[in-house]
Structure formats: structure tokens, C-alpha cells
Nanobody, 125 residues
């Protein structure tokens, strides 16, 4: 199983930007579809975005489409999430996720093979 470590979270004002990174180790990164989920206090973990093994396909939740961009660098075993025009409702712990074999459009938490430890993103109004 691949191990995942997120970084890049922090406190930002509304309208600002952050870039999250997820470093993978212990597996063949390009064998995995990758994604980001987030969990706000008192809420269930929700899908944010996913990307196929070769980065040809990307998927976004409606709440972040047009503001967030997922990307990956298979040579560096790293997944990224560029977050622009951040809103207070984006405040959550963001989790990197890996799914062996790819990232189908309807991938949910129960399909994920490996999780990172999470990184806190706080957006102030």
C-alpha cells in the first residue's frame, strides 16, 4: 500500500489561495488514481476532486469546480491541489487519497485504498 503525507495547509483570508501537496511512497505512484477529500467539523468526509493515473481525466465537486485544480507529477510521486478564491466554507481538514487501478468518476470514501493524515485549511472571512 502506498503511504501518503500531505503538506501546505494553513490559515488564509477569504479570496486567497493555497497549494496542498501529497507525497507518496512505498508503492508505484502511477498505479494509483488519486484524489482529495475534506472533512469539516461535525460533517462527513466529502469528495473534492480526483485524477486518473495518467492525469488525462479529472473530476471536481460542484462546490469547487472552477476554483480548485488537481494535478500530479508521477516523476516526483506527488499530488497537488491548487485552491484559489477560497471561501470560509472551504474550511476543513483535507485528506489525500489513493485508489489502486484508477479513479472512477463516482469514487467514494469506501473505495479508497490509502489515506494521508490530513492537513488543516482554515479560511477566515
Amino acid at each position: 500500500q502506498v503511504q501518503l503525507v500531505e503538506s501546505g495547509g494553513g490559515l488564509v483570508q477569504a479570496g486567497g489561495s493555497l497549494r496542498l501537496s501529497c507525497a507518496a511512497s512505498g508503492g508505484t505512484f502511477s498505479d494509483y488514481g488519486m484524489g482529495w477529500f475534506r472533512q469539516a467539523p461535525g460533517k462527513e468526509r466529502e469528495f473534492v476532486t480526483g485524477i486518473s493515473r495518467n492525469a488525462y481525466l479529472t473530476y471536481y465537486s460542484g462546490s469547487v469546480k472552477g476554483r480548485f485544480t488537481i494535478s500530479r507529477d508521477n516523476a516526483k510521486n506527488t499530488l497537488y491541489l491548487q485552491m484559489n478564491s477560497l471561501k470560509p466554507e472551504d474550511t476543513a481538514v483535507y485528506y489525500c487519497a489513493a485508489k489502486s487501478g484508477g479513479w472512477p468518476r463516482r469514487t467514494t470514501t469506501r473505495h479508497v485504498d490509502s489515506w494521508g493524515q490530513g492537513t488543516q485549511v482554515t479560511v477566515s472571512s
